[in-house]
């Protein structure tokens, strides 16, 4: 049961933040699903991960957003498996990067 349990979770859609190691402060982001607003900070070299809900409503949306550094932000909507938001040493988001096959799951961009 437990194994069937982690195997759902691990293999449900995922947000990965990367922030470049060769930035020297951490900065804050805002991660808002579909109205649900998580603040957190993520430190230079540092990868964050969120996985998403697998069968979302039709209007679901999330944001990713860095308000306090670079006012950048990004926002997606589902069908995608697998997103990477990089985070450039200047704190603005340089690239972002959206997967739809299932195996992207796994691996970074």
Do not use: C
Not at 28 to 48: A, C, V, Y
């Amino acid at each position: 049961m437990w194994l069937g349990f982690v195997g759902y979770v691990k293999t449900s859609p995922l947000i990965a933040l990367h922030y470049a190691a060769d930035a020297r402060e951490p900065v804050m982001f805002f991660l808002n699903r579909d109205s649900t607003i998580l603040k957190e900070e993520i430190h230079p070299g540092q990868t964050r991960e969120f996985r998403t809900p697998r069968n979302p409503k039709p209007d679901y949306y999330m944001d990713v957003s860095l308000p306090f550094s670079s006012r950048d932000g990004v926002e997606f909507k589902p069908p995608f498996s697998r997103v990477d938001v990089y985070i450039g040493a200047d704190a603005k988001i340089v690239r972002t990067v959206v997967h739809t096959d299932f195996w992207a799951r796994f691996s970074a961009d």
